[in-house]
């Protein structure tokens, strides 16, 4: 079978689905792969790097598709490409199913079988394919590096013969993936970390970590069997909202990583909070694509209201994208292994299976 990826948009997407790696591993299952010329260069794997496992070249990305049975990439191929695709293709990616639902009705009707990743079930066997959690990971951990950057003061305490520097105070607003890895690096770095989530099953693993989780009085576990945040009810947002108001006093920065899957972001740090932040601190908000934590988070902007500088970017993991590319392209990998019937050398599309069950857009 063959398998093709041809190059992202650039300007918006840095990372790349196939890596020389992963390569190497696709061929070893008796998969052809094809790519298009400098696929991986403006991330340091040059075409070399993959004509050496085997891998093939052409520069017409036209002519990479309508040769591959299987495509792979990191969203859904844009307006230009997608009437080349046919029923004899499968489409493997974040494909973003929510908000392009028409365009993949589309494809689905051509008989195009679509499998969109972020849709993975929470499974211990769909660990190892799991792309949320991997570029998650890599996003908590930057949007601190990045938001402690721009931050104009020490982050750990220093105590030295002119005086004690106190240690910077940081609030992690969600603590699933992302927001664990914000509160590991946060404290790694010296800060003195706060979190709070819906899920009350966070709590552990928050103070695992060295966090201070803030549990709001009464609270009960919003919790989807998927294991995302769902909704919170009126008065548990209340209850929250009257907690951070009054931490927020002793804040210097707030790393914002709250979403739910295919809604707009929830907005969590209110404008009548802002009074209760002191001018110079900084806020990273993770939710931004989706609307933002924030009442005032823009894309791609630093916005300062009050003195304090709010930061949100389309696409953070391009400021990491060997990385992310390398745990991406290995989810992938182990996403199409589980597909793949090595027998018969073919997809074997088993909905009795709950992962393909589940990603397949039907």
């Not at 390569?23 to 010329?37: E, H, V, W």
């Not at 004509?51 to 002519?63: A, I, M, T």
């Not at 890895?181 to 928050?206: H, L, N, P, W, Y």
């Amino acid at each position: 079978m063959k398998i093709g990826s041809t190059s992202e948009n650039r300007n918006i997407e840095k990372r790349i689905s196939i890596t020389p790696e992963i390569a190497k591993k696709y061929i070893s299952l008796g998969f052809d792969i094809t790519l298009q010329n400098n696929y991986g260069s403006h991330i340091g794997f040059n075409d070399d790097s993959y004509k050496n496992v085997g891998v093939n070249f052409v520069n017409d990305e036209k002519e990479i598709i309508s040769t591959s049975e299987i495509i792979i990439q990191l969203s859904l191929p844009d307006e230009k490409k997608l009437p080349l695709f046919n029923e004899k293709h499968t489409l493997i990616g974040t494909l973003n199913a929510f908000v392009n639902k028409e365009k993949l009705e589309n494809l689905k009707s051509k008989k195009i079988n679509c499998f969109s990743l972020e849709l993975l079930p929470r499974i211990t066997r769909a660990q190892s394919m799991d792309i949320l959690s991997s570029q998650a990971n890599l996003a908590g951990y930057k949007a601190v590096v990045e938001a402690f950057q721009v931050y104009e003061r020490a982050i750990p305490m220093m105590m030295t013969a002119a005086g004690t520097i106190p240690a910077a105070k940081v609030l992690v607003v969600g603590a699933g993936v992302a927001g664990l890895q914000a509160i590991a690096t946060a404290k790694r770095m010296g800060a003195v970390v706060f979190a709070t989530d819906v899920r009350m099953a966070s709590k552990e693993q928050v103070e695992s970590l060295g966090g201070k989780f803030l549990t709001v009085e009464g609270s009960e576990n919003l919790e989807t069997e998927g294991g995302y945040a769902k909704e919170a009810s009126d008065e548990f947002k209340k209850k929250q909202e009257e907690l951070l108001s009054e931490t927020l006093k002793k804040i210097d920065i707030i790393i914002c990583t709250a979403l739910i899957p295919g809604r707009e972001a929830p907005k969590i740090i209110k404008q009548e909070m802002f009074k209760n932040l002191q001018p110079g601190s900084i806020i990273y908000d993770l939710a931004a694509v989706q609307g933002g934590n924030t009442v005032f988070t823009e894309v791609d902007k630093i916005v300062e209201k009050d003195g304090v500088k709010i930061l949100g970017e389309a696409n953070i993991l391009n400021k990491l994208p060997v990385s992310a590319s390398n745990l991406y392209a290995k989810n992938v990998f182990n996403f199409i292994s589980n597909l793949y019937d090595k027998e018969n050398k073919k997809l074997n599309i088993n909905l009795e299976d709950e992962i393909i069950e589940k990603t397949l857009i039907k």
